[in-house]
């Protein structure tokens, strides 16, 4: 518990030069959907593995955040299939699986803050807008205790980031940081 509170009472690093420019590179992937991808759609389909996706034109919040980072090399599909080998008891048990699923289970919120918690950076929650930078991934609880996951952006309006998500409409870049309870903020990004 004392950890915790130091990592807590620690303040947020500012991002390095090569962070930001790579970070530019995540969100600019992120916000390019928008307008492409424009229905939410989280029927369940068989994909190709690795590298698989649905329609472009069609998504849930986590294909934002999936499609970003795969733009970028970084196939979250192929990292959360393998870290639920290694470790699938370490996941949720939500869905009433007896094994890992490339099919679905990098495009459940639940599944990637677990990822995230294992293999990222995990941040502190707060309710000062200043404390959330250009590509934390932020979590959120919705109506009904759904879960819901986007990319803060670079871009402020009324002293809040604005964030790129997909909550029912397609991707969009919206003032939603605080709409509803975080859950959960994360960094990650590649090893250097």
Avoid at 9 to 35: D, I, N
Avoid at 126 to 148: E, F, Q, S
Avoid at 158 to 171: E, F, K, S
Wanted: charge should be positive; proline fraction near 8%.
């Amino acid at each position: 518990m004392l950890a915790l509170l130091v990592l807590l009472a620690q303040p947020v690093a500012p991002l390095r030069p090569a962070e930001t420019s790579w970070v530019e590179r995540l969100l600019s992937a992120a916000t390019s959907q928008v307008g492409k991808t424009v229905r939410y759609d989280g029927t369940y389909r068989r994909l190709a593995y690795p590298g698989g996706d649905v329609p472009l034109e069609t998504g849930v919040c986590t294909d934002v955040v999936i499609r970003a980072y795969r733009a970028l090399g970084i196939d979250l599909q192929e990292l959360v299939h393998a870290d639920m080998r290694r470790a699938f008891g370490a996941y949720p048990g939500l869905w009433g699986a007896t094994r890992p699923d490339p099919n679905i289970d990098h495009r459940r919120v639940p599944n990637l803050r677990t990822f995230l918690k294992r293999h990222g950076t995990v941040l502190p929650v707060t309710k000062r807008a200043t404390d959330y930078r250009p590509g934390d991934i932020v979590t959120w609880r919705l109506p009904r205790n759904l879960p819901h996951i986007g990319l803060v952006t670079a871009e402020i309006r009324d002293g809040r980031p604005l964030v790129v998500h997909n909550i029912g409409a397609g991707a969009q870049v919206e003032d939603m940081l605080f709409a509803y309870e975080i859950t959960g903020r994360y960094r990650y990004a590649p090893k250097r």
